[in-house]
């Protein structure tokens, strides 16, 4: 990966990681709750947007080779966060909160999987 690369990576990643400290932030105001919702519905925003990326940007052609890397890895990769969503859970467990544990695991993958479907799907109908 050449500096220019990598440099744009970085640049993403500061991005989305201050995009999803404000957003976070803002939601656990907003929705105060036991259920980690603030990283539930910033990972599934984020799956929308990747899937919105990789069918429109992508497969589709539409992103230029040199955004590829910065918008996908930098930006997208650090606006969402396995390693939130992985602690929430854990919390949840030791809390003695198993329903709610597993409420996390199961409606965040499914949900996270329908959003990157959705996505994909919202980006062939796009007509930009």
Known sequence: MNRLAVAGVAAGGALGAWARHGLGSWLTALLPSTFPL????????????????????????????????????????????????????????????WPLALANVGISLAVGLAAVWVGRRLAFRWRV
């Not at 799956?47 to 940007?57: E, I, P, R, S």
């Open 38 to 97: 603030p990283t539930l519905m910033i990972n599934v925003l984020g799956a929308l947007l990747l899937g919105f990326v990789a069918g429109y940007g992508i497969e589709r052609g539409r992103l230029p080779e040199a955004w590829r890397l910065p918008v996908t890895v930098g930006f997208i990769g650090s606006f969402t966060t396995f390693s939130t969503w992985s602690v929430d859970t854990v919390l949840l467990l030791d809390a003695g909160r």
